[in-house]
């Protein structure tokens, strides 16, 4: 068995330490286990070529975890209170003022500039509405928006862990 350059072997190391720690697709594992086999064999016999081309995916596969866990953490309830809490009055004050303003309009110029203002009192409405909205409400449609897939993920099951034990033991012993 040849040794491996150090800086191929600290990346090896680097790599493996990430995807102990990620969540992926239940999907993802077979395949990354699979990779990890060729990754380990490739360090058996010192095939510094393989070992740079076998752990490309492997680190793709770190990476999107990594990526995966961010993503989750950020659908959370924002740390600070917005200007806009959820009120059951607040259309009710919106359509009202949209209707004032209508109004106004009519008595300024008639019909013709009442239609006008009618277009922003539907503005003003919709803002208004908009902001019924809760945080928990944005959270979700921003988790919906960020999400890489439905997929629901899992910690890297025994067969991983048992092949980057190997791997780690492997690169300990070269000299």
Do not use: C
Not at 158 to 168: F, K, L, N
């Amino acid at each position: 068995m040849a040794a491996l350059p150090a800086d191929l072997a600290h990346e090896v190391r680097r790599t493996l330490t990430d995807l102990r720690t990620v969540q992926l697709a239940a999907t993802a594992w077979p395949a990354v286990a699979g990779d990890l086999g060729k990754l380990a064999s490739a360090i058996d016999h010192g095939d510094e070529a393989t070992v740079r081309s076998t752990l490309v995916p492997v680190s793709q596969a770190a990476f999107e975890g990594k990526v995966r866990g961010r993503l989750a953490g950020a659908g959370g309830v924002a740390p600070v209170v917005v200007g806009t809490k959820q009120t059951s009055a607040l259309p009710i004050v919106g359509l009202l003022s949209a209707l004032l303003l209508v109004g106004v309009g009519y008595a300024l110029g008639g019909w013709l500039v009442a239609g006008g203002t009618a277009v922003l009192g539907l503005f003003i409405f919709g803002v208004a509405l908009a902001g019924t909205r809760t945080n928990r409400d944005r959270a979700v449609a921003r988790r919906a928006a960020l999400a890489p897939s439905a997929e629901s993920t899992e910690p890297a099951p025994r067969m991983v862990a048992d092949a980057i034990t190997q791997i780690e033991r492997a690169l300990r012993s070269d000299p």
